[in-house]
Nanobody
Framework: QVQLVESGGGLVQAGGSLRLSCAVSGRTFSSYAMGWFRQAPGKEREFVAADTWSGGRIYYADSVKGRFTISRDNAKNTAYLQMNSLKPEDTAVYYC????????????????WGQGTQVTVSS
């Protein structure tokens, strides 16, 4: 069974940076697109960023463009979310997920999810 384990969350001051990691089990990591979502208490799950299985395309939510960067290391079966210039409104639980079909924007396009890692940005 595929498992996604996230790490790297924590408490950071506004303007600071964090790098989230998502270690993925399995032997076909490179065959799947990956996405990142976040959810704050009382709010809906929100798309953050995604890549594609075919390569060459990366998508970001407008709220994080220019500040967040997604990447992956297929040899290490690990996806990354680099978060710079963090704002208090970035505070949320962040999830990585594997996408098999459908639009990158919608959560139901992803079949496996990590447990989430808390990111808290203080003002």
């Amino acid at each position: 069974q595929v498992q996604l384990v996230e790490s790297g969350g924590g408490l950071v001051q506004a303007g600071g940076s964090l790098r989230l990691s998502c270690a993925v089990s399995g032997r076909t990591f490179s065959s799947y697109a990956m996405g990142w979502f976040r959810q704050a208490p009382g709010k809906e799950r929100e798309f953050v960023a995604a890549d594609t299985w075919s390569g060459g395309r990366i998508y970001y939510a407008d709220s994080v463009k220019g500040r967040f960067t997604i990447s992956r290391d297929n040899a290490k079966n690990t996806a990354y979310l680099q978060m710079n210039s963090l704002k208090p409104e970035d505070t949320a639980v962040y999830y990585c997920a594997r996408r098999t079909s459908g639009s990158y924007y919608y959560p139901n396009s992803y079949d496996y999810w990590g447990q989430g890692t808390q990111v808290t940005v203080s003002s």
